[in-house]
């Protein structure tokens, strides 16, 4: 970015900088710059942390935010933590101290693998624990990399996506060097399946399907995707981070899933959040394959190190094992019990919320989804709309390309007469935007930015300062 792009981004940025930055410049709150001379109190410390935590905890705790929060018993926090706090100096890079790190992670793939059919096929799934969608997705890309130029020869290496999965196969693309091929989504914003199918190539070494997409909660047609791609004699990556944890639960609950797990011999690597539906703490996913030659492509060894033998199975070196425990104790002290119960109670609120939304004559839902409602409007400004549950203290997501906004729903939203709440703000922002219709939302001229390939650039531009912002102290 050259300097005066640098300068028109924090411009555009500066009246931002108060709702992102909400603590500077307020000579009530203590800033620090460098370490303290003399270490500070611990209680006062507890004290300041408290304070932040109950100017916040407010809107996550009591429902009003799309996904981020997923469990909802604050007994079930407390239990976390202690698990956490037992085994918090923990760190799996040394297994020979910490053995038993090694065996809850071997349980959380294990468990996991099962929950996504391990016992019903031949072939063995296994897997590792990660740090989070993101980095189990980059994981199985870098495996497949590694994989298609090993025993294909493939230097220039192309991956398929739907435009709806998640930006992190980009994130993939971009530091691997795989080539991203993204087709559009067919009308019902599953996959298209042709477009998918004539997208193959000779450099093509995976293809992506969702169960569900983000954007607007939708499973993609994996059995018709997988075939093509175990035809085509490539991976096939599901990407079941966001609903891992929830639709083998919705299945057995009767609700109509289509196959998204290992029954279909096509799918060759899964990604299955633990952090999200699995109700554990932030900072833990699991990355599967089908059989141990791809998990084998994604490790890293060192053998001609002066610092020793080394190796690692993900992209950290250190790493806390804590983690790993409180999302073990998370897990297990659950149970099959635990998830049904969770996996009931949303899916019956989304299924009110989908019946209300639907009775709304300017709003409709996009696609069938299960549990990720997107609603849109054909008459009115759904960014405006966003801004008035914003300030009835909702944070929903507002989305583009078609312009929409969507609620994850999580067992915060189960809370008694929450989702009635939400329908009445609902329909309370929809006449405020009908009779509004000069406010067009706040993110409107922005996504108009994103829109535009000649003003894209500035937008790339725009982000970056606005992450410059997030580190200012
Ligand atoms: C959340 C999510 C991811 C990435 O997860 P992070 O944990 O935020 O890194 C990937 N795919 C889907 C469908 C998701 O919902």
Redesign the pocket.
Not at 198 to 217: E, R
Not at 422 to 446: C, R, T
């Given at each position: 970015m050259d300097k005066e792009s640098y300068e028109m981004a924090k411009l555009a940025l500066k009246d931002f900088e108060p709702s992102i930055k909400p603590y500077r410049n307020n000579e009530e709150i203590d800033v620090h710059n460098h370490i303290p001379e003399n270490g500070l109190d611990k209680q006062s410390i507890i004290k300041v942390l408290k304070n932040f935590n109950q100017l916040e905890e407010h809107r996550w705790k009591e429902g009003y935010v799309s996904?981020a929060v997923y469990n909802l018993d604050q007994e079930h926090i407390d239990f976390q933590n202690q698990a956490y706090s037992i085994h918090s100096q923990s760190n799996p890079l040394h297994f020979d101290v910490w053995p038993s790190t090694t065996k809850f992670e071997a349980e959380i793939v294990s468990m996991t693998a099962n929950m996504m059919s391990a016992e019903k096929v031949e072939d063995e799934i296994v897997g590792v624990v990660s740090?989070?969608?993101?980095?189990?997705?980059l994981l199985a890309m870098k495996a497949y990399r590694d994989w298609a130029k090993e025993t294909k020869g493939i230097t220039e290496p192309e991956m398929i996506c739907s435009d709806s999965?998640?930006?992190?196969f980009d994130k993939a693309s971009h530091y691997f060097g795989i080539k991203m091929i993204r087709i559009p989504m067919a009308d019902d914003f599953r996959m298209d399946v042709e477009a998918a199918k004539k997208a193959i190539n000779k450099n093509t070494i995976v293809l992506v399907g969702?169960?569900?997409?983000?954007p607007h909660g939708i499973i993609d047609p994996i059995e018709e995707l997988s075939e093509i791609a175990q035809k085509a004699g490539i991976g096939f990556h599901t990407?079941?981070?966001?609903?891992g944890f929830l639709l083998p639960w919705a299945e057995k609950l009767g609700y109509d899933v289509p196959l998204f797990d290992f029954r279909l011999p096509g799918v060759t690597s899964m990604?299955v959040?633990t952090?999200?539906y699995g109700y554990a703490a932030?900072g833990t996913?699991v990355v599967l394959y089908r059989g141990v030659e791809l998990r084998h492509y994604q490790y890293y060894v060192a053998t001609n190190w002066p610092g020793g033998l080394y190796f690692s199975p993900t992209f950290a070196g250190s790493r806390s094992g804590a983690l790993s425990v409180a999302c073990w104790a998370s897990m297990v002290s659950l149970g099959e019990d635990g998830y049904l119960k969770a996996t009931k109670n949303i899916l019956e609120t989304a299924k009110f919320i989908k019946e209300e939304i639907a009775k709304i004559p300017e709003l409709y839902v996009l696609g069938d989804p299960l549990f990720?409602v997107a609603f849109a409007s054909d008459s009115l400004s759904i960014y405006s709309v966003q801004d008035f549950l914003s300030k009835r203290d909702w944070s929903l997501s507002g989305l583009h390309r078609p312009a929409c906004v969507h609620i994850?729903l999580t067992q915060r939203h189960t809370q008694p007469g929450l989702a009635q709440k939400l329908i009445n703000d609902l329909k309370d922002a929809v006449q405020y935007a009908k009779d509004n219709p000069q406010e067009q939302g706040e993110m409107a001229p922005i996504y108009g930015l994103a829109g535009n390939v000649e003003t894209r650039g500035m937008l790339d531009d725009v982000l970056k300062v606005l992450m410059d912002m997030i580190y200012m102290v």
């Amino acid at each position: 970015m050259d300097k005066e792009s640098y300068e028109m981004a924090k411009l555009a940025l500066k009246d931002f900088e108060p709702s992102i930055k909400p603590y500077r410049n307020n000579e009530e709150i203590d800033v620090h710059n460098h370490i303290p001379e003399n270490g500070l109190d611990k209680q006062s410390i507890i004290k300041v942390l408290k304070n932040f935590n109950q100017l916040e905890e407010h809107r996550w705790k009591e429902g009003y935010v799309s996904g981020a929060v997923y469990n909802l018993d604050q007994e079930h926090i407390d239990f976390q933590n202690q698990a956490y706090s037992i085994h918090s100096q923990s760190n799996p890079l040394h297994f020979d101290v910490w053995p038993s790190t090694t065996k809850f992670e071997a349980e959380i793939v294990s468990m996991t693998a099962n929950m996504m059919s391990a016992e019903k096929v031949e072939d063995e799934i296994v897997g590792v624990v990660s740090s989070g969608g993101t980095e189990s997705i980059l994981l199985a890309m870098k495996a497949y990399r590694d994989w298609a130029k090993e025993t294909k020869g493939i230097t220039e290496p192309e991956m398929i996506c739907s435009d709806s999965a998640h930006v992190a196969f980009d994130k993939a693309s971009h530091y691997f060097g795989i080539k991203m091929i993204r087709i559009p989504m067919a009308d019902d914003f599953r996959m298209d399946v042709e477009a998918a199918k004539k997208a193959i190539n000779k450099n093509t070494i995976v293809l992506v399907g969702s169960a569900p997409h983000f954007p607007h909660g939708i499973i993609d047609p994996i059995e018709e995707l997988s075939e093509i791609a175990q035809k085509a004699g490539i991976g096939f990556h599901t990407d079941a981070c966001l609903g891992g944890f929830l639709l083998p639960w919705a299945e057995k609950l009767g609700y109509d899933v289509p196959l998204f797990d290992f029954r279909l011999p096509g799918v060759t690597s899964m990604s299955v959040d633990t952090h999200k539906y699995g109700y554990a703490a932030k900072g833990t996913s699991v990355v599967l394959y089908r059989g141990v030659e791809l998990r084998h492509y994604q490790y890293y060894v060192a053998t001609n190190w002066p610092g020793g033998l080394y190796f690692s199975p993900t992209f950290a070196g250190s790493r806390s094992g804590a983690l790993s425990v409180a999302c073990w104790a998370s897990m297990v002290s659950l149970g099959e019990d635990g998830y049904l119960k969770a996996t009931k109670n949303i899916l019956e609120t989304a299924k009110f919320i989908k019946e209300e939304i639907a009775k709304i004559p300017e709003l409709y839902v996009l696609g069938d989804p299960l549990f990720v409602v997107a609603f849109a409007s054909d008459s009115l400004s759904i960014y405006s709309v966003q801004d008035f549950l914003s300030k009835r203290d909702w944070s929903l997501s507002g989305l583009h390309r078609p312009a929409c906004v969507h609620i994850s729903l999580t067992q915060r939203h189960t809370q008694p007469g929450l989702a009635q709440k939400l329908i009445n703000d609902l329909k309370d922002a929809v006449q405020y935007a009908k009779d509004n219709p000069q406010e067009q939302g706040e993110m409107a001229p922005i996504y108009g930015l994103a829109g535009n390939v000649e003003t894209r650039g500035m937008l790339d531009d725009v982000l970056k300062v606005l992450m410059d912002m997030i580190y200012m102290v």
